[in-house]
Nanobody
Framework: QAQLVESGGGLVQAGDSLRLSCAAS????????MGWFRQAPGKEREFVAAISWGGINKSYVDSLKGRFTISRDNAKNTIYLQMNSLEPEGTAVYYC???????????????WGQGTQVTVSS
């Protein structure tokens, strides 16, 4: 079973950039599709981006396409989320998750990290 640990969150100003990391241990990371989700206060967890096991196929929520980029380094068992032009609406806890297929649905992920807080001030 994979264990996932996110890092890189923090307090930034609107317009700033931030890169989140998610380090995996256990399991067979290079065979998993990976995803990022976020949950804002009082809201449901929502899909942000996903990447296939080889990094070729990627999926993004339409509202963030062009500003957020997901990537992975299988040699380091790590995925990343580069977030540019952050907006206050991006304030949320960001989670990474592992799946056996490329999906936008949270139910399709079998392992989750504890989350990292991103706060964007206006």
């Amino acid at each position: 079973q994979a264990q996932l640990v996110e890092s890189g969150g923090g307090l930034v100003q609107a317009g700033d950039s931030l890169r989140l990391s998610c380090a995996a241990s256990g399991g067979t990371f290079s065979t998993y599709s990976m995803g990022w989700f976020r949950q804002a206060p009082g809201k449901e967890r929502e899909f942000v981006a996903a990447i296939s096991w080889g990094g070729i196929n990627k999926s993004y929520v339409d509202s963030l396409k062009g500003r957020f980029t997901i990537s992975r380094d299988n040699a380091k068992n790590t995925i990343y989320l580069q977030m540019n032009s952050l907006e206050p609406e991006g304030t949320a806890v960001y989670y990474c998750a592992a799946s056996r297929l490329l999906t936008r649905t949270a139910q399709g992920y079998f392992a989750w990290g504890q989350g990292t807080q991103v706060t964007v001030s206006s």
